[in-house]
């Protein structure tokens, strides 16, 4: 099944921009909303071979802190799968060790989602297998400036050294403090861009920019993205002889 895959070599963490749920609906003269539905059939494809794999985190950008601003009835839509998703299949990721997790602005989400998340949290918080990081009212820029905000907050509390701040340090205020970086980034639908993900996490994050639409991205298409990063080399400023040296 995973051929042409080295298992020594997977990414840890593997982060999706799930996008082109639009463009694949309206392509088939659908709403918008039915390119969010069939989506999930891949959010679903992708969580399951990401955890026969054996990868650690899975982070998936669901809903930008920009998305608010979509059509109200789109907004309420996404909302609505969202609710669903956690009301149907939190209980099967808990049966498969799977533990959820989110970044972003989670308190904007309306009272019962929020509610409803913080339950598979709690439910699923002593699972060992995959991380599964919803990125859900999540902005890279507002995570970076709250970060900020806190450590000068702390600072003129004199319960934070300021010289004690470095790369690492300033990485434990971010969202993502107990999850290591994304070694593989997946966008979908051709558009090459982050659109405020991640920012500070993917400094060397290995890129992969594929125009298939997420409804059309499947266990195929995922499995292609992983062979894809393994035949990169991944230098972090150094020269290729020092690494095979
Ligand atoms: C991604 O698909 C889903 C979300 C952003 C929530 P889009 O809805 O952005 O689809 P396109 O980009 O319009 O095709
Ligand atoms: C990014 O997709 C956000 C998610 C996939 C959730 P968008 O479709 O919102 O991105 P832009 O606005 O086209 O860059
Ligand atoms: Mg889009």
């Known amino acids: 099944m995973f051929e042409g895959l080295d298992p020594a070599k997977l990414p840890q963490h593997v982060a999706i921009i799930m996008d082109g749920n639009g463009r694949w609906a309206k392509a088939r003269h ?18 399951e071979v990401a955890r026969k794999l054996g990868i650690k985190v899975l982070t998936l950008y669901a809903f930008s802190k920009e998305n608010w601003q979509r059509p109200p009835e789109e907004v ?28 972003g602005e989670i308190e904007l989400l309306p009272d019962e989602i929020y509610r409803l998340l913080l339950g598979a949290m709690e439910r699923t918080r002593a699972n060992k297998g995959m991380i599964l990081n919803l990125a859900l009212s999540y902005g890279g820029r507002a995570e970076i400036v709250n970060a900020a905000k806190e450590i000068a907050r702390l600072a003129k509390e004199g319960r934070f050294d300021p010289e004690e701040l470095d790369e690492m340090s300033f990485a434990t205020f971010l969202y993502t403090r107990d999850l290591p970086d994304p070694d ?24 992969y920019f594929t125009p298939t ?27 290729s002889e020092q690494l095979r040296g």
């Open 30 to 47: 659908l709403p918008r909303i039915m390119g969010h539905r069939e989506g999930m059939k891949s959010v679903r494809a992708v969580v």
């Open 213 to 239: 639409l997420w409804p059309d991205f499947r266990e195929e298409e995922f499995l292609e993205a992983l062979r894809d990063y393994q035949r990169r080399e991944r230098r972090f400023g150094k020269t």
């Open 184 to 207: 593989l980034l997946i966008r979908t639908s051709g558009e090459l861009r982050l659109s405020n993900f991640l920012l500070y996490q993917c400094a060397y994050t290995e890129l």
């Open 76 to 103: 309420s839509f996404l909302m609505r799968l969202l609710r669903e998703y956690l009301e149907k299949e939190v209980e099967e990721l808990h049966q498969k060790g799977i533990r959820v997790k989110a970044i």
